[in-house]
């Protein structure tokens, strides 16, 4: 389902109307040249950036695992169109992503997300932010983490998936005249249903257990230095 720009823009503008109060009394005096204001409006993208693509990451590695999945099912070639992308994508992919998000909503990680941004007006007010070094750091922690979590999303299943092609393989050489082509892809889209039911209650498990370490990564990047000083 796409959400058409206009809505996204209303809610763009109707979030910062409400976290004005939050930011105004920290904020710095309003830049005094074109250049000055483009900077302070760069680095307060960078910001927004690296805070949402943190939590991006946590349902992209669902999605990396759904690819993954489709890839060894040989049903990756059944795609869908991404109206929120513009392109075509995995139906598993796309499955596992939605899974994430309604995940994501039940156990309240929106919520975290928007303290997280609240609180980053208090490390970095508005219109004095300055990138960090650290921030690089965070997103490669991110990245290879996702990368990881996706591959545990989608190794029960994958593992059921290489014992079917085990067994279309025995089945291949101990009967010949067996048409393995017909009956290899109802074995494996069989296999991949069957593991999918019983192992989605551990999917769900593992993504929440690791959600934490990306709202604790967002907090990481907004907690004033000395106090991410101690902790570290």
């Known amino acids: 389902m796409m959400i058409p720009k206009r809505v996204k823009a209303l809610l763009a503008v109707a979030i910062a109307v409400l976290t ?7 904020s710095t005096p ?30 992209t590695s669902m999605e990396l695992a759904g690819q993954a999945i489709g890839h060894l099912a040989g049903i ?3 795609e869908a169109i991404d109206a929120n992308a513009e392109e075509t994508t995995s139906i598993l992919s796309s499955l596992l992503g939605w ?25 970095y007010p508005a219109g004095n932010v300055r990138p960090e070094s650290f921030w690089l750091t965070e997103l490669d922690d991110m990245l290879r983490h996702a990368l990881v979590i996706g591959v545990r999303a989608a190794a029960p299943v994958g593992t059921a998936l290489l014992m079917a ?36 209650g551990g999917v769900a498990w593992v ?11 967002c907090q990481a990047i907004v907690e004033p230095s000395s106090i991410r000083q101690v902790n570290r």
């Open 20 to 26: 004005m109060p939050v930011a105004w009394p920290n």
């Open 30 to 59: 309003f830049p005094g040249s074109l250049a000055a204001m483009a900077i302070a409006l760069t680095c307060e993208a960078l910001l927004g950036l690296l805070l949402g693509s943190i939590i991006l990451l946590a349902i």
């Open 76 to 78: 990756d070639m059944a």
């Open 99 to 123: 899974f994430a998000v309604a995940l994501l909503l039940t156990m309240g990680g929106h919520r975290q997300l928007m303290d997280c941004s609240l609180q980053s007006f208090e490390r």
């Open 165 to 200: 092609n085990l067994i279309t393989g025995l089945l291949a050489r101990t009967l010949p005249q067996l048409n393995v082509l017909a009956i290899g892809f109802n074995i494996n889209v069989s296999a991949m249903f069957v593991a999918m039911i019983m192992s989605i």
């Open 207 to 217: 993504f929440q257990s690791e959600l934490s370490v990306w709202i604790q990564s």
